[in-house]
């Protein structure tokens, strides 16, 4: 009885052991995913002037996204590139990038600029695969009705190692 | 070189130079009172009139003799229907005159107009502002004449852009303003793709009602323009929406152009931060304290409360116990400016800290694959039918995970680890040891 607790004893240490060496190795390749998407146009009504609105971009990462084999494997962001485009004609606009994990219905979000471009850090490490989001919401006061319609379009560059 | 008198006159009069040859508008109201300082400097005594003032002064003379021209036809190319119909052509219109104050002007407008620079017309009064919008001789760009008539919009009385008459009392106001149709129930964090596109006033508590009521009550009673308040009412909407701001990441940084770059307020604000956190006040106020340190945190107020740091200050004293020690609201809140970032955020960019280079291999642009120059000097290669991403020496029917030695196009291994040794036993792992199950099938195997 004894003698089997020394084992498991050993074999958790040398686990412990393998934990650490294996850790740095095992995500050593990296990737990046890169989509650029038109946000939808802002529905201006009335009280536009005094209730935002918001409209969004989505950047779905889907299974053909993902090297062959590596499908179920762990993978980690390890920065996400953006650029954001603008409503013309409305006013204070904000936004907002979120990221969603794999099928994975609530977000994170931090905030950014309109017609601008960054790369964030602020995700990494965070678990990244098919299933994954991110989500640039843009929040707008007035417009000209019935829609204002962004200038350009908004791009996500996520890259992860695995 | 032309001087001119600093004497003022009656609105939309002129003050003529010492030789009577020069005209520019005068500055009588009390929103003109600072107009002095784009217009001109003063020297020894004189005053040196700027090329914006020689611009000011011809586009008055053309205002005073309009020819059949009205008013408001001269506004059409700059407001909303026509201008952004032409958006593109406006942003790329340069000065006629090949001046470089008048072409980083016009560049400033653009960048203002966009979003990305300051107000070249800031300081101006509301005549010469008009003057700019509504002059059509050639002096100005399109786009300065927008900036200007966009800052004077933003002059206007609340009266005057709100027509709509004003509800009886601060919870009507409160509604009328932040719902489409009538007070819905309280709506329950977390933020979700699914309730993205939702009202976030939606989320406000009902204790956050019963303050945002009574503050437009107080705004209102004191003239003060509602939009103040509508400013804070957001900030704290999203606050609620976000989980008590636990589901916003704080950070008052990211790489632009590949360095770090950080923002944080103005010094001014910063001062009224600081201030407002410290004070006795905020103990004992009706806003909630964790909202206010949240909004007044750098990492997230830069981004979405800039500009209506001031106002939140008076609304933490009002609403505290030291509400009836506090004075009126003032003149500064009868109208309200919508904030531009560059006006109210100072940006560093960090030379000493550089975005790491990219070792990506492969990359997915909207769907279509292929290898990145790091990945191909690195000796990997695409089977872009399969997504594979391997080495040609690796065997082909098995799928490659190019895990090991991934040191740059250059280097090699630089240390072998225990399981780069493991890999050389008589079953080498094909899975990634990472998670538990992975440990103890690699224990399984492990055979010395």
Known sequence: MKSS????????????????FTKNSVLAAEGVFTKTVAPTPVLVLSNSNTVPSREFANFSVLAADIPSGTLQDPKQISEIRWSTTY???????????CYFRSFSAEKDCRDIFPSSSGVLMDFNNQSFGHGSKVTIFHTVLGGTPPYARPAGVDSVTIKYSY | MITISPNTSSSNSRVMNESGGIVIPSTVSPDNAQADAPLSTRNAG???????ARQLSDAAQRAETPVGQKNADSLEPITDEQYFANKAQHDAETPTANDPELLARARQATGFLNGHDSNPFKGLGRDQLNLIARDNGGAFTVNERRVAWETVQSMAPSGVSYPEPVPINGRETFISRMFHNGEPPVALPPATFENGTQNRNDFLTLDDRALISDMYAYAHSEGADLRHVDRLVYALADYRYFSDGRQLISNNGYYVDEYWTTFDFKPEDATIASRILSSS?????????????????PGIGVYSHFGGIPFLERMVKKFSSEGADQPPLGSEYVTFNYAKAADHIVTTTHKDIKLPPSEALFEVVNGVWNLTEYGKAAGYVLDVANR??????????VPTHPVSNVNGPDGEASNKTFLDALGETREPPQAHWIWPGHLFKLMKNFKP
């Open chain 2, 46 to 52: 004189t005053t040196t009139v700027s090329i914006l």
């Open chain 2, 388 to 397: 594979r991403v391997y080495k040609p020496e690796e065997p082909a029917s």
């Open chain 2, 281 to 297: 006040a905020l103990g004992s106020s009706r806003i909630d304290p964790g909202f206010v340190k949240h909004i007044l945190d």
């Open chain 1, 5 to 20: 607790k020394s084992i498991n004893k050993v074999w958790l240490a040398v686990g412990v052991v393998l934990t650490i």
């Open chain 1, 87 to 97: 409503y013309p004609g409305t006013l204070s606009e904000k936004v907002e990038l």
